[in-house]
């Protein structure tokens, strides 16, 4: 477990030195929970930040973009209101990136939200929630690749479920068949490591993050159960005004996710397979590198797996047989035609 005061320390140290400065970073799934306690502790901690938000709506983050601004006036902060479920336009909000940029240091991504019932598919053919947990959030970071190339110490994060790959059905990875929402759920997150580790492959110099963040308090199990239908609805009721608010006890705050999240950003605890340039922030006394998803003759191929408390995963009874088998290329391959797919319907 890595202690919150050593991360806290870990995160004073990125503050005080030149690695904190003129970092560029894109956040996208920030304008609430887990990702906005990520971008107030981003934007506090780095030295004239540039930063872009992606979201639905501007003037809902108007106090949050306040907020933010306050906390380091030499920031900037460019809000691309969009809504990026659909892939073309998350190509369209990376086009723009691209234009005003020539490097990014950190691409988050954390949106997403669950819901009771069927598959809710967008104009583009892809069901909503499962294209913003992954086939968004991985257009957003196979986009910025280029440009992530570039930095000296360029990280991808993704907050889902790390370390809880399961099962999958290679032959419905949209899950068109027997749709429920834990299924699809779990589906996103064996192909989020699985595309990841194939992204790492051609990308050695980057850093991969696919984090499970626990039970974080930012009102997701509330929202879910407010969507139950019929009979589901006294049950979830229930749950939600007299369980939800003991369980939320025991939870933890997006402030402190957030503090865990500008750590994985800028540790050297998280090397990628191949050093461009920095090596990070230097490790706290008896605090170890963390352990990549796979370490072949000795070489680490930069993915972690890492669950709510920043310690690497126990290797999945899942993901050895299916990177024996090719999956992970074949998980990537389905990806891109699905992209493909979406973005011709569109056209
Ligand atoms: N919180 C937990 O305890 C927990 C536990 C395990 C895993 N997770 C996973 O971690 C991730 C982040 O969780 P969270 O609780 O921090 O999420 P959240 O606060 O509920 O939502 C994060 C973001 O999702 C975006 N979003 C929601 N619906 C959208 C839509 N239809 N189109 C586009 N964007 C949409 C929102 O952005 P805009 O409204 O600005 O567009 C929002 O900023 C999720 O994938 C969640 O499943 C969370």
Partial sequence: MVSIKDIRKSNADFKSSDQASGLVAVFVGSTSGIGMGSLKQFAKNAKAPKIYILGRSKKAAAPLLDEIQKSNPEGKYDFIETEISLIKNVDKACDEIKSKETKVDLVFTSPGYLAFGGRLESEEGIDIPHALRYYSRLRFIYNLLPLLKASPLPRVITILAGGQESAIDINDLEVKNNFTF?????????????????????NPTITFIHKYPGFVNSGVIDRLLATAPGLFTIPATIGRWLILPVVNLFSMTVDEAGERVLFLATSSRYPASKMSGTAGVPLQPGMKVAEASVVKDGVINGVYRVGPNDESAKESPVLPGYRADGVDALVWEKTLSTWERALARSA
Avoid: M, P, R
Avoid at 182 to 202: F, M, V
């Fill in 182 to 202: 834990i299924k699809a759920a779990e589906n996103g997150t064996t192909q989020t490591t699985l595309a990841l580790e194939e992204l790492a492959k051609s």
